[in-house]
T-cell receptor, first 111, second 114 residues
Framework: SQQGEEDPQALSIQEGENATMNCSYK?????LQWYRQNSGRGLVHLIL?????REKHSGRLRVTLDTSKKSSSLLITASRAADTASYFC???????????FGTGTSLTVIP | DSGVTQTPKHLITATGQRVTLRCSPR?????VYWYQQSLDQGLQFLIQ???????AKGNILERFSAQQFPDLHSELNLSSLELGDSALYFC?????????????FGSGTQLSVL
């Protein structure tokens, strides 16, 4: 299955610092999405980057994609306590036609 | 609010029992996905329905089944429940059949098997 693997598993930072999470996958993809999950809640879509894009921004979020290395990163700038959540990547390929999520990165932002 | 409704929010039952989880997708969405989230397994894809038909199967046990009705709501049936089935079950929806679209998740059903 085309499952994303997030790294690190857990990350703890001070409010105002930047947070970087990484995602690796195994096969070629059409796009890759990042989702956020607050404790015990449903996942919320953050951003989608297509395979022909290298970087994408949305507010304080910056996503990069390196298809040659089969990896993506999510950068959250000037983090806030409200950013405390788990973050999941979901690589998508037309051949698999499904999203397979990993176990996520648990981010804690300390006020 | 994602527009995806899941009921019930919590369910407590005993081993060997059968339960039904319900999901109403966002208005206009034709695809429904079911996911299981447990502490040790992460978020596992179970099954997808599109406009009433099964489109893809993931790690769904034979004791589990699902269907999507003409009004597009979906039900996930879990039978012969075991302790290990305790998990958070999510439903998600998207407009079309392809998984390239973003998914909208419900708030989940927390199942506890005692």
């Amino acid at each position: 299955s085309q499952q994303g693997e997030e790294d690190p598993q857990a990350l703890s930072i001070q409010e105002g610092e930047n947070a970087t999470m990484n995602c690796s996958y195994k096969t070629s993809i059409n796009n890759l999405q990042w989702y956020r999950q607050n404790s015990g809640r449903g996942l919320v879509h953050l951003i989608l980057i297509r395979s022909n894009e290298r970087e994408k921004h949305s507010g304080r979020l910056r996503v990069t994609l390196d298809t040659s290395k089969k990896s993506s990163s999510l950068l959250i700038t000037a983090s806030r306590a409200a950013d405390t959540a788990s973050y999941f990547c979901a690589p998508y390929s037309n051949t698999g036609n499904q999203f397979y999520f990993g176990t996520g990165t648990s981010l804690t932002v300390i006020p | 609010d994602s527009g995806v409704t899941q009921t019930p929010k919590h369910l407590i039952t005993a081993t060997g029992q059968r339960v039904t989880l319900r999901c109403s997708p966002r208005s206009g969405d034709l695809s429904v996905y079911w996911y299981q989230q447990s502490l040790d397994q992460g978020l596992q894809f179970l099954i997808q329905y599109y406009n009433g038909e099964e489109r893809a199967k993931g790690n769904i046990l034979e004791r589990f089944s699902a269907q999507q009705f003409p009004d597009l709501h979906s039900e996930l049936n879990l039978s012969s429940l075991e302790l290990g089935d305790s998990a958070l079950y999510f439903c998600a929806s998207s407009p079309g059949v392809r998984g390239s679209e973003k998914l909208f998740f419900g708030s989940g059903t927390q199942l506890s098997v005692l």
